[in-house]
T-cell receptor
Framework: DAKTTQPPSMDCAEGRAANLPCNHS???????VYWYRQIHSQGPQYIIH???NNETNEMASLIITEDRKSSTLILPHATLRDTAVYYC????????????????FGTGTRLTIIP | DAGVTQSPTHLIKTRGQQVTLRCSPK?????VSWYQQALGQGPQFIFQ???????QRGNFPDRFSGHQFPNYSSELNVNALLLGDSALYLC?????????????FGEGSRLTVL
């Protein structure tokens, strides 16, 4: 799986959009970008994933650059409950069967929402 | 619909002892994976069970073993505990079939080895 690089920490004001960057310059053509987050003392929670098109769900938006070497997770209106560690993960992804459950987590970005 | 449940939530052991952690997957899920998360680090993949067999394994010694039961629940066993085994142990489940990319994690079992 390709390696990812994320800033160790970020702050964002409550109510503003939080933009979390991730670099994955060695990503392969069949690798997806996944985002998970881990709120203190809880298990990681899936947020969103994408291959090359931008994606949006009820939690966030994922913007992937055209060359796929970087991406940005956007939380449109951050709340205090969004304070967490956010992990960007790249791997062969959705649609295939066995072997997809192994995720390689880095140390992520610790996002702090400021009141 | 209960999610992934793990037990115990916290436990303390001493070096050299053995520990068993338990996991019940989300309803409808038949594949269970285990992760170890040391303080300040991201989770690290230990192994994965499907149809009562270990299907994949990460870079962990043989002291780490597991089991999956016919009802898909799973156990993680760690023998000859070391101080470095102190960590949060996470269980995640997924259904077999088309994989959407989403692992469902439990809250974890926090193991302290003294």
């Amino acid at each position: 799986d390709a390696k990812t690089t994320q800033p160790p920490s970020m702050d964002c004001a409550e109510g503003r959009a939080a933009n979390l960057p991730c670099n994955h310059s060695t990503i392969s053509g069949n690798e997806y970008v996944y985002w998970y987050r881990q709120i203190h003392s809880q298990g990681p929670q899936y947020i969103i994933h994408g291959l090359k098109n931008n994606e949006t769900n009820e939690m966030a938006s994922l913007i992937i650059t055209e060359d796929r070497k970087s991406s940005t997770l956007i939380l449109p209106h951050a709340t205090l409950r969004d304070t967490a560690v956010y992990y960007c993960i790249v791997r062969v992804g959705a649609g295939t069967n066995f072997g997809n459950e192994k995720l390689t987590f880095g140390t992520g970005t610790r996002l702090t929402i400021i009141p | 619909d209960a999610g992934v449940t793990q037990s115990p939530t916290h436990l303390i052991k001493t070096r050299g002892q053995q520990v068993t952690l338990r996991c019940s997957p989300k309803s409808g899920h038949d594949t269970v994976s285990w992760y170890q998360q040391a303080l300040g680090q991201g989770p690290q993949f230990i192994f994965q069970y499907y149809e009562e067999e270990e299907r994949q394994r990460g870079n962990f010694p043989d002291r780490f073993s597991g089991h999956q039961f016919p009802n898909y629940s799973s156990e993680l066993n760690v023998n000859a505990l070391l101080l470095g085994d102190s960590a949060l142990y996470l269980c995640a489940s997924t259904p077999t079939g088309v994989y959407t990319g989403e692992l469902f994690f439990g809250e974890g079992s926090r193991l302290t080895v003294l």
